[in-house]
């Protein structure tokens, strides 16, 4: 029998066409009668704004409120990812080739560094060297990031999230 959440993607699947946006991720709460909906667009497309957000929703709304077997009381919320999440899915490592990113490996070491490429495997990373230790602390001076660039294979990386600084 198929899930809720596996109904969600289907229903969703043609207005995201419409919409040029992508599903991240479903997550259903069958206790709390609560299904959460996230959403992006590719680069070179305006983010998912509230309007979006309301127009999916209404959309899920009605499909939700024919189809039986769903209480009718329930919480439905439709967002974007958040700028902290992780990537969930593939079209988010495209979406931010360029960006500095933060990769979690699964030994636990962290890479901080420019997202350069990914593929069907994984991504290529200009990954940030340590600063050099400058000779004498009165001679500071500002010295450009040094990188090095490594391919890291999806099934390595526990997590990888975007990296701001303000």
Known sequence: MESLAERVVEWLEPKLVELNAFLVSVRQNQAQHRIEVFLDRDSGHPGIDIET??????????????????????????????????????????????????VLLNDGRKLDGILVDTDEKGISLDKFLPPPIPVSPAKK???????????????????????FEF
């Open 141 to 163: 001076k500002l010295v450009p990031p040094q990188t090095e660039r490594v391919r890291i294979d999806f099934n390595e990386i526990k997590t990888t999230k975007r990296k």
């Open 53 to 102: 957000c309301a127009e999916v929703s209404r959309y899920l709304q009605f499909h939700l409120d024919q189809t039986e077997g769903i209480p009718k009381q329930y919480t439905l919320e439709v967002s974007s990812p958040g700028m902290d999440n992780p990537f969930k899915v593939f079209r988010q490592y495209q979406k931010y080739r360029g960006s500095r990113v933060e």
